[in-house]
């Protein structure tokens, strides 16, 4: 579906601004040639221009003049610098979205005064790298809800779209944007255990991987809550349980949620951080 919004553009070239350039063009919301994309480094510029044949530049100015839609995907430290070096370009007419992590809609809007900006806050994952991502919207002040629909198309070119409140972003940081470390850390847990219980690495990391792969499908496709899928392969008295016995004999479950409340813990501390809280 095609979206009558003229130019959209990047400020910003790297990983996740090309899982959205590949994204967006797949599903046919904007062509190669009504996306500008402006980076610093040259090498990256020649990338994105010959893999998908947008138009890259070095500076910001004519992103901002010639874009009316606007992702934002630097590092978050330089978010209000580069937003209060482009303040006097920006107006009311400029949808912007960012994906800089931690960076609240607040600041933005601070750094952009006295323009009433349309943010629209995005805490993406790195899975839209590959088109799967999971990616959580927060609308600003400003942003009407055509602005929300606009985002939502774009984030689901990449994956899953839900939008929450914004307080509710260092949850998805913790859940979510961390989340694909957790699954890598078990995934490379497990290949290790094939290893450690004589079988060879490569084929320890083809069963790990189909697995994971495989009852990640069954269960999208199955319609059944973990629970029950969990129940299906566990027979009385069989390997499964004992499995299971040891994981739970190690607080395996704990530490998950451990781990996600940690990430959100520190997912706040960091935008405490940055705001000068």
């Not at 931690?102 to 600041?107: E, P, T």
């Amino acid at each position: 579906m095609k979206i009558n919004k003229k130019n959209i553009g990047f400020v910003g070239g790297g990983l996740m601004a090309e899982a959205l350039i590949k994204g967006i063009i797949a599903a046919g919301l904007y062509p190669a040639a009504r996306i500008k994309v402006v980076d610093p480094g040259p090498q990256r510029r020649e990338l994105l221009s010959r893999e998908y044949g947008v138009a890259t530049v070095a500076g910001a100015e004519e992103i901002w003049g010639e874009c009316p839609v606007v992702i934002l995907a630097v590092k978050p430290q330089v978010v209000e610098p580069v937003l209060r070096d482009v303040a006097s370009q920006i107006s009311a007419r400029h949808l912007l979205i960012s994906i800089a992590a931690g960076v609240g809609i607040a600041r933005m809007a601070d750094a952009l005064a006295p323009t009433k900006a349309r943010i629209i806050r995005v805490m993406p994952n790195t899975p839209a790298m590959v088109l799967a991502g999971a990616s959580a919207l927060s609308r600003g002040q400003y942003a009407d809800e055509a602005d929300l629909a606009l985002a939502e198309k774009i984030f689901a070119a990449v994956g899953q779209s839900v939008v929450v409140d914004e307080a509710a972003l260092d949850a998805v940081t913790g859940l979510s944007g961390s989340g694909p470390a957790y699954v890598f850390t078990f995934f490379e847990a497990m290949i290790d255990a094939g290893v450690k219980v004589g079988l060879p690495r490569p084929t320890a990391e083809l069963l790990a991987r189909q697995t994971i792969l495989g009852s990640i499908k069954l269960a999208e496709e199955s319609g059944r809550s973990p629970a029950e899928l969990r129940d299906m392969v566990t027979s009385p008295g069989g390997t499964t349980i004992a499995g299971l016995h040891a994981l739970e004999r190690g607080a395996f479950r704990s530490l998950v949620m451990d781990a996600v409340e940690a990430a959100t813990r520190r997912s706040v501390e960091l935008g405490q951080a940055a705001s000068g809280k």
